[in-house]
């Protein structure tokens, strides 16, 4: 594991300033603490020098062509047990900064950080809100995809994973969609070519030694509530949530944080479980409400 670069005053006076790194960080232990981060590419968060990250992606090099990229200790592509490959299954927390809407299997990928976090630990995300990127054409994500994905135990994106992405990607830029163009009229990010593009990206990805990185998730704030909720139900999905925040004017991307309770029996932990995605419901609808009203006016 690394130690952080930072001091800790430092980070806390570089935390309370910038709201990106507040939410990767939500309930980080600190003085000290020990965790992992997911495809830090050449952007790790920066952490306290108290706090021991290690970082993981799907392959060692898997980020090889990034200039500056942080170095991986260890491969984990999310199928099978995270905490063998570690030896350990008492971390504080792991981020993961734009990675989990790359991750073929994710309900997988979710069970394996869950098993190697302690009681109380935590997982903080941010994920694109597929509205307002290039992804804005593209239907959400259905708990049917991912119990397939799960129940088929990918290791690397699917045919249709790859079609998908290649094919329904607009050329967007948030600014542009905050400001009201018309989604269903952007141009197919890969221009005329999109559709034969496709195709051939869905070939590489039956390969057996080709890796076709691909969006193969996409979600809004409330659309991965409803999977969580639906994922919790079937025994899937094994954190608590703690926090959803919304996506900013002008951004693009959400943050969620969520929790290994302390709580194992299943009744129980599924109450909390539904207890908490209601109550981060109700937080987003009366927020989307206070924006149409606020339009309005």
Sequence with gaps: MQSGSLSLDAFLTRRASDRRLARLTHDLSL????????????????????????????????????PGATPIDHAWTGDGPL????????????????????????????????????????????????????????????????????????????????FAHTYEARALESAAIWDGVDVDAAPRLCGEVALALAQVR?????????????????????????????????????????QVSGTEPGDFEFYVSMRRDAEAEPQALLALQNGAIDHLRE???????????MARS
């Design 31 to 66: 003085p000290e603490a020990r965790g992992l981060e997911f495809g830090p590419a050449a952007n790790p968060t920066p952490l306290p020098s108290g706090v021991r990250v290690a970082y993981v992606d799907h392959a060692l090099d898997a980020q090889a062509g990034v």
């Design 83 to 162: 905490d063998a490959l570690l030896g350990c299954s008492d971390l504080d927390f792991a981020i993961g900064a734009q990675v989990a809407q790359f991750v073929p299997n994710l309900l997988g990928w979710l069970r394996g950080i869950h098993a190697v976090l302690r009681p109380g630990g935590v997982l903080n995300l941010s994920l694109p809100d597929r509205r307002f990127m290039f992804d804005a054409g593209r239907a959400d994500s259905t708990i049917a995809e991912l119990v397939e994905a799960d129940l088929l135990g990918l290791t690397r994106p699917s045919p249709r994973q790859a």
């Design 202 to 242: 869905a070939m590489e990805a039956t390969e057996p030694d080709r890796y076709v990185d691909c969006h193969c998730w996409v979600f809004t704030p409330l659309s991965f509530l409803d999977i969580a909720a639906l994922a919790s139900r079937l025994g899937l999905f094994p954190f608590v949530l703690n």
């Design 283 to 293: 937080i987003q609808c009366r927020q989307r409400r206070m924006v149409v009203a």
